[in-house]
């Protein structure tokens, strides 16, 4: 059974002062989980939000001061801890996860996100989150703040150092294709599988060098498996080949910790008459068919179409011109979980209509809330 969302934030400073200190941490963290999940996007949405529900609220929640404003809760976003507050958050899920009968959290994808509304001193003028995405069960497991997407790769480690990954397979694009990146996942238990390209020139030349002299044999006696996807959709065809071979004793640079396998996905995709055609690299530390690394590969992008392109879709991110820079990130922690909870409940229906639903109907609201563990 799952301990109660607020138990999890025992490591969490309320940054508050005795005398600022009128309404209650917990109170204002399951007022805006709650408002999130129905689609509020923005801070005065979740107070207005939570004054046309404050008699529900109050069979539940103390509320010794009523409803806080919007500025109330701003200013407490804007002070909490970015780092604590989304770790305090992503072991509250894993473990929701888990008293759910998820167990097996085995893919872990890893990708970063601008929040484009929410502009801060940054180079790029915006924030940008690093995710951990559980892609089995559309957990966030942790994020990690950035100063823009060229800082992504120390936000890596930060971040994987904090997650529990023994057992687990790890997936991140080129960017978090570091010996950094791979020392925290081995150190942590886990497993890697990371695309290599130009940003790492001599692991991309060994590599391709693997599948040119394995393709001299014609592959043979080399242990390789292959995979092909053939299909058709949206008005395009797409073909996919993945390649899988054990790696050679002494090929690669020796930075590079426990390569058991390197990887050749191909991709033709035709539309409108054209046809694109890309191979990408990958190197991985277990050792994987063809059949599963394909499926793997395709399963990291869950990260970008059932958690980024519905925080944007859903639930405006992009829109949000929340301008604190911690503020912005502690709401997109909200967001996430948010989003998790709708993508777990058994309802046959679409997110934004499960948002809805629950903006509707206080008792499906409740349902999500305590099957959660937030109440």
């Given amino acids: 059974m799952a301990r109660p969302l607020v138990e999890h934030f025992a490591d969490l400073k309320d940054p508050r002062v005795n005398r600022t200190r009128k309404h209650r941490l917990d109170d204002i963290l399951v007022i805006a989980l709650s408002a999130l999940v129905c689609g509020a ?20 929640l103390p509320l010794p001061h009523g409803i806080p404003s919007h500025d109330t809760v701003y200013r407490l976003f ?14 509250w899920m894993a473990e929701v996860g888990e008293a759910l009968g998820l167990k097996g959290l085995t893919h872990i994808a890893v990708d970063g996100k601008s929040l484009r509304g929410a502009t801060g001193n940054t180079f790029t003028g915006c924030v940008h989150v ?28 930060e971040l994987l150092n904090a997650l529990r990954l023994k057992g687990t397979l790890v997936t991140i694009d080129a960017a978090g294709c570091q010996t950094e990146v791979v020392d925290a996942i081995r150190d942590g238990g886990g497993d890697y599988l990371l695309s290599v390209k130009g940003n790492q020139p001599t692991l991309l030349a060994a590599v391709v060098a693997v599948f040119a002299d394995a393709a001299e044999r014609e592959f043979e006696g080399v242990g390789a498996t292959h995979h092909e996807a053939i299909g058709d959709g949206h008005g395009r065809h797409e073909e996919r080949y993945a390649t899988v ?37 990958y190197i991985t530390s277990r050792k994987l068919s063809a059949a599963v690394l394909a499926k793997l590969v395709r399963r990291h992008w869950a990260i970008e179409n059932e958690c980024h392109w519905v925080l944007d879709v859903t639930f405006g991110e992009d829109a949000n011109r929340t301008a604190d820079r911690n503020a912005a ?45 937030v109440i």
């Fill in 130 to 157: 690093v995710t951990a995405w559980a892609a089995e069960h559309g957990l966030v497991l942790g994020q990690e703040v950035v100063a823009d997407k060229s800082n992504e790769i120390p936000a890596f480690p």
């Fill in 41 to 60: 996007t923005t801070f005065e949405e979740i107070e207005e939000f939570a004054e046309s529900r404050e008699d529900w609220f109050k069979t539940f």
């Fill in 245 to 281: 071979l054990p790696t050679p004793d002494g090929v690669l640079p020796d930075v590079w910790r426990d390569v058991a396998a390197v990887a050749q996905v191909t991709r033709e995709r035709t539309a409108d008459g054209k046809t694109e055609r890309t191979t990408t690299y």
């Fill in 78 to 91: 804007r002070a909490l801890d970015a780092t604590v507050f989304a770790r305090c958050f992503g072991g």
């Fill in 329 to 373: 990130a502690n709401l997109g922690v909200v967001r996430r979980a948010a989003i998790g909870m709708l993508k777990r409940d058994e309802a046959k229906i679409s997110k934004p209509r499960k948002a809805f639903r629950a903006a509707l109907n206080t008792k499906y609201l409740e349902k999500l809330l305590r099957g959660n563990a």
